[in-house]
């Protein structure tokens, strides 16, 4: 069965760094789609990406987070200048020809924040 | 009121017993509804749809009450495997799709 990919699994940063977490969806898979969760807390929505452009963001999503489709496959989360809370797993998903189908979602990035 | 709700739990039930539960959303033109469950520290995983007429997947049932606004799971002759936490997924606009807080629930030998 195909899947989602993240690179890395595990990530240590120092506060203030900036961190890109990776993601390779599924190839035919049109929607993509970040969540973290803290843990022991939900899974939360930060953005949806779709034909090259975020389609919806949440309020945690602000500027010092960013998402890119560089070259047709991987789909990245860069975080500018990591935060102490920032600390938690950060989920890449996939959808795909339409909304309202199923996500899939990769084995996440566990994002430590020393 | 938040967008979806779930009773956290944790639901301790014994091997074979039937358990059920509840999740309610507050956006009423939401059109799809799932149930995924979650393992600790894994991804989610997509359990089941969640259709209209309600639909079954062996011992699982979903049903989903759109006048109450809420989606349900019933899970007979629960197995040990079934351990897990069950998240509530419902899609809140086009686009933006909403985890529950999740039910926790625990199988005992």
């Known amino acids: 069965e195909p899947e989602v990919t993240q690179t890395p699994s595990h990530q240590v940063t120092q506060m203030g760094q900036e961190v890109i977490l990776r993601c390779v969806p599924i190839s035919n898979h049109l929607y993509f789609y970040w969540y973290r969760q803290i843990l022991g807390q939900k899974v939360e929505f930060l953005v949806s990406f779709y034909n090259n452009e975020i389609s919806e963001k949440s309020e945690i999503f602000d500027d010092q987070f960013s998402v890119e489709r560089p070259d047709g496959s991987n789909f990245t989360l860069k975080i500018r200048s990591t935060k102490l809370e920032d600390s938690a797993m950060y989920f890449c998903a996939s959808s795909g020809r339409s909304i309202n189908e199923k996500l899939f979602f990769g084995s996440g990035t566990q994002l430590s924040v020393l | 009121r938040k967008e979806v709700e779930q009773d956290p739990g944790p639901f301790n039930v014994p091997e074979g017993a039937t358990v059920a539960f509840n999740c309610t959303y507050s956006?009423?033109?939401?059109?799809?509804f799932f149930w995924y469950r979650q393992d600790c520290r894994k991804e989610p995983k997509l359990l089941m749809s969640?259709?209209?007429s309600g639909n079954e997947d062996g011992r699982f049932t979903a049903q989903l009450n759109r006048a109450s606004q809420y989606i349900s799971l019933l899970i007979r002759d629960s197995k040990l495997s079934d351990s897990a936490t069950y998240l509530c997924?419902?899609?809140?606009?086009?686009?933006?799709?909403?985890f529950g807080s999740g039910t926790r629930l625990s199988i005992r030998p």
């Open positions: 956006n009423s033109a939401s059109q799809s």
């Open positions: 969640v259709y209209s």
């Open positions: 997924v419902t899609y809140s606009s086009a686009s933006k799709i909403i």
